[in-house]
């Protein structure tokens, strides 16, 4: 019985050996923010990077305009800052767009350095025009910049020595004193690492490390109709906040103007194909089914008008005509360079059996982009000790009410940079780490009831898409926010007796992020960047120009 008791007290010992790592830095997520990130903190100690799906998916690669820069001779560094602020309507935090534009150029060349291949023209960067900027400054790889930038930060993290990449592992919760039965106020709270789900092996690990990035990228799969992949469920936003982080500016969700409509897509998915703002700078307009133009009733910029502006005048245009979309008009321009320049773009609209050269196409707003997030300083701090943000999954103040296109590209990059800085000043490599439980599922079981989880993210999606969208009003948000908790006890009821799985972690982030947003909302009395409201239809400087902070309930 000794000998017994022995052997299974060692093979406890080994399985808890296999089921915690111990690493210098723990990123969660594999876009341009957690990879750019990894590249640097892998010359300063080891590495684990935790990514959902297979390593190379991201919202990165869903990104097809560019990154912006300051580049062309004739462009400045002022001019960057202020089509950024305008964007940003009122709410940018000056310090962070400075930071932003100011240090851009130098991580383009770094880019480049690290072999990413952008488009070039007579031997430069070829430069586009989005909508909201004033000059040409939109550094591309043809139509797939994300996904260039992508393979060559993959091609140099993977291989290196001090990086280790786990798929199809995702994150449940960060780890923090409440994993210890210690109460603290949030300025006092310290993360060191997650609890980790391995899908294929059904196994939750404990991941521990000094310090932890959030790069989580997006949450447009919480509306019905999103140009975000299926992965971006706000993970990073919904964990932080169950730590107790500070939340901000969850209203300001941006709608892509310009999505690829057909009515297999719109009744059947969830994911939007994105025809790139990059179109319309490349010289396409909007019009209505009759050939119209329209987008010069709304701003004097036309067609180029910054994306809040282009998403609500079609939204108006759609309620005026009562058609199911409106369409992008490149008849006029020159086949050859469109599909030069569009390559994956007319591919794809051919699969649909549009010839964007010949014909008009069909696109509706689909949600894109967070300018809200996990609050952080100019250096990814968050408001818990040894844990940073990047990317989308943060709120660098960069964006306001607003994202000026092809900035959060940049932001990634920049802001990852000043993360690594940040450690390397305050040298937080040799944290202590307490002794941490293992995961504890000791009172669950394995559910049957698939079909709940299913139909619960569905009626999300659809309450988000109906009455928390481009335009909105109290009475829509207040039975949007009825039901979304309701949801929500559901949900949490749920997961506490039941064993995670995927789904069901990708269900409980999807139910928080919709309250957040639906909170945010309704804090906010007027109207302001991509926040329209019918019951406060004017900005309203003298009471709202500050952010919306929500603090974590842990």
């Known amino acids: 019985m000794v000998r017994r008791s022995g052997d299974i007290l060692d093979a406890y010992v080994i399985l808890r050996i296999e089921m915690e790592y111990r690493t210098d830095f723990l990123i969660i997520g594999s876009g341009i923010a957690g990879l750019s990130f990894a590249l640097e903190a892998a010359e300063l100690g080891s590495v684990a990077i935790?990514?959902?799906?297979?390593?190379?998916?991201?919202?990165?690669?869903?990104?097809q305009g560019g990154?912006?820069?300051?580049?062309?001779?004739?462009?400045?560094f002022e001019s960057h800052i202020r089509d950024t602020l305008i964007a940003g309507a009122g709410l940018c935090h000056k310090d962070a767009v400075e930071v932003l534009v100011k240090e851009g150029p130098a991580k383009i060349d770094e880019l480049i350095r690290i072999g990413v291949e952008f488009t070039m023209q007579n031997g430069r960067l070829d430069l586009g025009r989005e909508g909201g900027h004033s000059m040409n400054r939109i550094v591309h790889a043809?139509?797939?910049?994300?996904?260039?930038?992508?393979?060559?930060?993959?091609?140099?993290?993977?291989?290196?020595?001090n990086i280790q990449i786990f798929e199809n592992h995702i994150a449940i919760d960060l780890i923090t004193e409440h994993q210890l039965g210690l109460r603290k106020k949030t300025e006092g709270k310290h993360c060191w690492g997650a609890y980790v789900l391995d899908v294929e092996k059904n196994q939750v690990k404990t991941f521990l490390a000094n310090v932890t990035m959030l790069a989580t990228g997006s949450l447009g799969q919480v509306y019905l109709h999103t140009s975000n992949p299926d992965i971006a469920t706000g993970d990073g936003i919904a964990m932080a906040y169950r730590t107790g982080a500070?939340?901000?500016?969850?209203?300001f969700i941006q709608f892509h103007p310009t999505t690829l409509y057909y009515p297999t897509t719109m009744s059947n998915s969830t994911t939007s194909f994105l025809i790139s703002e990059a179109v319309r700078g490349f010289g396409a307009v909007l019009v209505n089914r009759d050939g119209t133009e329209f987008m010069q009733k709304y701003d004097q910029r036309g067609s180029l008008a910054p994306r809040d502006i282009v998403a609500r005048a079609i939204d108006s245009e759609l309620k005026r005509s009562g058609d199911e979309c409106v369409y992008l008009k490149l008849t006029h321009l020159n086949p050859q360079e469109v599909q030069e320049h569009f390559p994956n773009i007319y591919r794809r609209c051919l699969e649909n059996k549009i010839n964007m050269t010949e014909e008009l196409v069909p696109v509706v707003p689909a949600a894109h982009y967070s300018c809200g997030g996990v609050l952080t300083d100019l250096n990814g701090r968050t408001t818990i000790h040894n844990l940073y943000a990047c990317g989308e999954v943060s709120m660098t103040g960069v964006h306001g009410a607003n994202r000026l296109a092809s900035n959060s590209l940049l932001e990634a990059v920049v802001f990852s940079h000043r993360a690594i800085a940040d450690v390397k000043t305050h040298q937080m490599m040799h944290a202590d780490i307490p002794p941490i439980p293992p995961w504890d599922e000791s009172g669950t079981f394995n559910s049957e009831e698939w079909v709940l989880i299913a139909h619960d993210r569905?009626?999300?999606?659809?309450?988000?898409?109906?009455?928390?969208?481009?335009v909105r009003s109290n009475l829509r948000l207040e039975r949007a926010q009825r039901r979304i908790r309701l949801i929500l006890d559901e949900v949490m009821t749920f997961y506490k007796k039941t064993k995670v799985t995927e789904g069901l972690i990708e269900l409980r982030n999807l139910a928080i992020i919709a309250d957040l947003i639906i909170r945010s909302a309704l804090m906010r009395k007027e109207s302001r960047g991509l926040h329209y409201t019918t019951d406060y239809p004017e900005k309203d400087d003298s009471r709202w120009s500050y952010d919306t902070i929500l603090i974590g309930e842990q």
């Open 142 to 161: 043809r139509d797939l910049t994300g996904k260039e930038i992508e393979r060559a930060l993959l091609a140099n993290v993977i291989g290196h020595p």
């Open 67 to 76: 990154i912006a820069s300051v580049i062309a001779p004739d462009d400045t």
């Open 50 to 63: 935790v990514t959902k799906k297979a390593k190379a998916e991201s919202t990165t690669n869903y990104a």
């Open 246 to 251: 500070s939340i901000a500016n969850m209203e």
């Open 458 to 470: 569905r009626e999300i999606q659809q309450l988000m898409w109906d009455y928390v969208g481009i």
